[in-house]
């Protein structure tokens, strides 16, 4: 892999961040996708606190589109106990397709709303 796909996908993320941020109402949902696994953060970017976090580290071996509905679900779960209603989706410089929009998809279905 050549560097310039990560370059580039740090300028997209730099560009989308200037615009997206958490606050206490409405914290930030920010993915984080690797070849192996995906993540999951809410934060509240005026204080530097993550609230709720899921990953598919500890799951059992499936697919990787259902590994990222699975931690959808999760993230929902999680932001729920903490209370959050509503977020700020943050897809973190990747494109709204495949595993980062199927975990989209299901923390809409778990009762997040953004």
């Known amino acids: ?16 961040r200037k615009s997206v ?4 109402e409405r914290p930030r949902l920010s993915v984080f ?31 990787k589109i259902q590994q990222a509905e ?9 932001a729920k106990a903490a209370g959050v209603e509503s977020v700020v989706f943050d897809r973190n410089g990747y494109l709204y397709h495949g595993r980062v929009q199927a975990l989209a998809d299901a923390a809409r279905k778990g009762g997040l709303k953004f």
């Open 21 to 24: 941020n958490g606050t206490a």
């Open 33 to 63: 996708r690797s070849n192996k696994q995906i993540y999951a953060q809410i934060i509240n970017d005026k204080e530097g606190r993550t609230l709720a976090a899921a990953s598919s580290l500890g799951l059992e071996k499936m697919p």
């Open 70 to 78: 699975k931690v959808g679900e999760l993230v929902a779960e999680k």
């Open 1 to 16: 892999m050549t560097t310039k796909k990560v370059e580039r996908r740090i300028k997209i993320k730099f560009r989308i």
